[in-house]
């Protein structure tokens, strides 16, 4: 079994910054991808960022310029740095973990971010 657990959410105001952290634990083997995701009430979960295992992060163009996502291979984690917020950045963060040996994707049960105007 994989767990995977968010932190960092909270309430900002518009332009402040958070930093998001995703833990992965349990029987991993071989994670090639992490990644972030958003949920906006009423809207479907979409794509944040990623950090493979190896090559480029890539972002969604909606925070491109303004979201960072880090990696630390040795501790399991991700990190998404979210600086100039907007209030159309709330939603509910997911931390997505992509296991190669099984095929697997695994979730987090999500934090939330609020951005006030």
């Known amino acids: 079994q994989v767990q995977v657990v968010e932190s960092g959410g909270g309430l900002v105001q518009a332009g402040g910054s958070l930093r998001l952290s995703c833990t992965a634990s349990g029987s991993i083997f071989s994670i090639i991808a992490m990644r972030w995701y958003r949920q906006a009430p009423g809207k479907q979960r979409e794509f944040v960022a990623s950090?493979?295992?190896?090559?480029?992060?890539n972002y969604a163009d909606s925070v491109k310029g303004r979201f960072t996502v880090s990696r630390d291979n040795a501790k399991n984690t991700v990190y998404l740095q979210m600086n100039s917020l907007k209030p159309e950045d709330t939603a509910v963060y997911y931390c997505?973990?992509?296991?190669?040996?099984?095929?697997?994707?695994?979730w987090g049960q999500g934090t939330q971010v609020t951005v006030s105007s």
């Open positions: 997505n973990v992509y296991i190669g040996v099984t095929a697997t994707n695994y």
């Open positions: 950090a493979p295992l190896s090559g480029s992060t």
